[in-house]
């Protein structure tokens, strides 16, 4: 079956500019999650999603950073006014309620210029 | 301290070698842990998951020490398919929130 999936691979913006990063999680999967990996450092978390509903935002580094995902399927993660440092891979990843595998996508890789 | 730590490599080890990853967790109330597997420039994949009695999955063994608050994992007669770099992933508590470790590289040489 199709896993998750996330466009698009690859972002390239200029400092200041508005980026929005899709995630298709596995079908039937209702938590979803957000993580941001810089070279050399593992997936750090952003934000966790429970169906609708943001569980747990704590991981977001700023109000310039948001996510979505309004009918518990696909969401999507908006960066306003990026930075350089921002750059990196943005991972999303799904899971079944309760369980305990995340099955991740291949990632967008966002460059700041 | 961190949450999650582990020594970041790398690991240089001969083919047919065994090598043993530690990664140490500061939340005494975790519950799930974990091994994930990172090829280069790739995304993250589940290895296998650490049970309080230990586990083996073929040439992999994983352990829990919830005393030290340390996990670790074993690999036996290493391959070089097995290069990567290895995440420690432990839940922070409650749901299903986890926190990643830097991850540990392994090179296996020929």
Known sequence: GAGVSQTPSNKVTEKGKYVEL?????????????????LGQGPEFLIYFQGTGAAD????PNDRFFA?????????LKIQRTERGD????????????GREQFFGPGTRLTVL | ???????????????????????????????????????????PKLLM?????????G???AQL?????????LIRDSKLSDSATYLCVVNSGGYQKVTFGTGTKLQVIP
Request: with cysteine; proline share 5%.
């Open chain 1, 68 to 76: 979505v995902r309004p009918e518990g399927s696909v969401s999507t």
């Open chain 2, 65 to 73: 020490n919830r005393a030290s608050q340390y996990i670790s994992l």
């Open chain 1, 87 to 98: 750059s990196a891979v943005y991972l999303c990843a799904s899971s079944l309620m309760g």
């Open chain 2, 1 to 43: 301290r961190k949450e999650v730590e582990q020594d970041p490599g790398p690991f240089n080890v001969p083919e047919g070698a065994t090598v043993a990853f530690n990664c140490t967790y500061s939340n005494s109330a975790s519950q799930s842990f974990f091994w994930y597997r990172q090829d280069c420039r790739k995304e």
């Open chain 1, 22 to 38: 899709r995630c298709d999680p596995i079908s039937g999967h209702t938590a979803l999650y957000w993580y941001r990996q810089s």
């Open chain 2, 49 to 57: 998951s650490v049970y309080s009695s230990g586990n083996e999955d």
């Open chain 2, 59 to 61: 040439r992999f063994t």
């Open chain 1, 57 to 60: 935002d704590s991981g977001l």
